[in-house]
């Protein structure tokens, strides 16, 4: 602005700097804007992690955003959901199909399903785990054991329970977004008299199959030696059929002949009045 003084006779500048200054304060503001808005566009999806958009609040659309750099709306928000697989960990006390309480630990394996995400996160929320998945496995897990007994849940069943809650959490959780990827059956705690009663059961159940394969090797055992003694009379009756005195009398002259030619010194004596053989005594 150029102000006239009289007094002074010039002509005075008063504006021309402060404008200037004005116009470079107004450059840096918009810059800054610029740079602002420039940051708010771009978002990053982290590993194991997709991005749901949202605008004042209201999901966009059914289309999430991958791990990486993205370019937004400034006015979007990214919501990031993890699809990496998680362990819901459960204990609860359960009933059998007797009414016997026991407590159950329980491992449910699963991950959100990412192209449902936008889906889970419109309908459920970012907490599906807490609304939806701990829920679900709890009615899962006392429907499965309220149709089996106590002993069976201790003893033989626990994988038929556990493909049974994984079944129905299965079918819940697959229709809103989440897919389930195991159930595992850490403990079963039952009370402490029926436990005891179990294993006094099983003990004597092993003492009793003990019991049955001992009488089963005595008894062949028996049947062995009943064999055995059998063959050896069979075999002393053959060998009694074909000794006769003859046979006895050969032999006996035969061993005479032979220790008669040995350098031994023997005393010979003739006439033995039962069988005839000679009696050799020896020195």
């Known amino acids: 602005m150029t102000i006239f003084d009289p007094s002074r006779g010039r002509v005075i500048d008063g504006g021309g700097h402060s404008g200037g200054l004005l116009r470079l304060i107004g450059l840096g503001i918009l810059a800054f804007l610029l740079v602002i808005l420039l940051f708010s566009s771009v978002t990053k999806v982290g590993t194991g992690h997709v991005g749901v958009l949202t605008l004042f609040g209201k999901v966009q659309s059914t289309e999430t955003l991958g791990e990486g750099i ?106 809103r977004g989440l897919i389930v990827e195991n159930v595992l059956l850490r403990d079963i705690q039952l009370p402490a008299t029926l436990k005891a009663s179990i294993e006094a059961k099983q003990q004597a159940e092993q003492e009793a199959l003990a019991m049955n394969f001992r009488l089963q090797k005595e008894t062949q055992e028996a049947q062995r030696k009943r064999i055995e003694a059998a063959g050896v009379r069979d075999f002393q009756q053959i060998v009694a059929q074909g000794i006769t005195p003859s046979l006895l009398e050969w032999k006996g002259i035969e061993a005479t002949e032979n220790l008669a030619k040995s350098a031994n010194t023997k005393v010979v004596v003739i006439g033995n009045n039962k069988n005839g053989l000679p009696l050799i005594l020896g020195q």
């Open 70 to 175: 993205h370019l937004i709306n400034p006015l979007k928000t990214n919501n990031e959901l993890s699809v990496q697989t998680q362990t819901l960990k459960e204990s609860a006390s359960v009933p059998s199909s007797e009414g016997l309480m026991m407590s159950l630990d329980t491992s449910l394996i699963y991950h959100l399903n990412p192209d449902r995400a936008a889906e889970v996160f419109q309908k459920i929320g970012a907490d599906y785990e807490n609304v939806v998945v701990e829920p679900t496995l709890r009615s899962a897990i006392r429907e499965a054991t309220a149709s089996h007994t106590a002993n069976a849940l201790y003893t033989g069943e626990r994988e038929m329970v556990a493909k049974q809650i994984y079944d129905q959490v299965t079918a819940e959780l697959n229709q």
